[in-house]
């Protein structure tokens, strides 16, 4: 498993929002996170959700983990396009698009 970073992409593998990206913005302790996908679960709201719940991916979103280091505001459309990017670079690389 990749090592757990801001801003890094995951993939829900439980619950009502199973096979969904979102991207890591709080790392609340050893065992949950605080994720988004600036979609169902936006910035103002985002999901508490148990690690062993989630796929993480290798790949991260840059320029919202500098902001979140930064304690500077993420918007919902920077999570959507960094998702989209994200998930479009996975499909690229010859992984159908429910895998990381």
């Known amino acids: 498993m990749p090592q757990l970073m801001l ?5 829900s593998i439980v619950g009502r929002d199973k ?5 890591v913005v709080d790392i609340i302790d050893k065992d949950y996170v605080c994720v ?3 979609d169902l ?9 148990k690690i062993k719940h989630l796929k993480l991916s290798s790949k991260k979103a840059e320029y919202i983990a500098e902001k979140l280091n930064n304690k500077r505001k993420i918007y919902n459309q ?10 479009d670079v996975s ?4 992984q159908a698009s429910n895998q990381i």
């Open 19 to 23: 096979g969904r990206f979102m991207i």
């Open 7 to 11: 801003g890094q992409l995951a993939k």
């Open 41 to 49: 679960r936006r910035v103002e709201n985002p999901k508490k959700k």
């Open 36 to 38: 988004v996908d600036g």
């Open 78 to 87: 920077e999570v959507k396009k960094a998702l989209k990017e994200l998930v």
């Open 91 to 94: 499909q690229d690389d010859g």
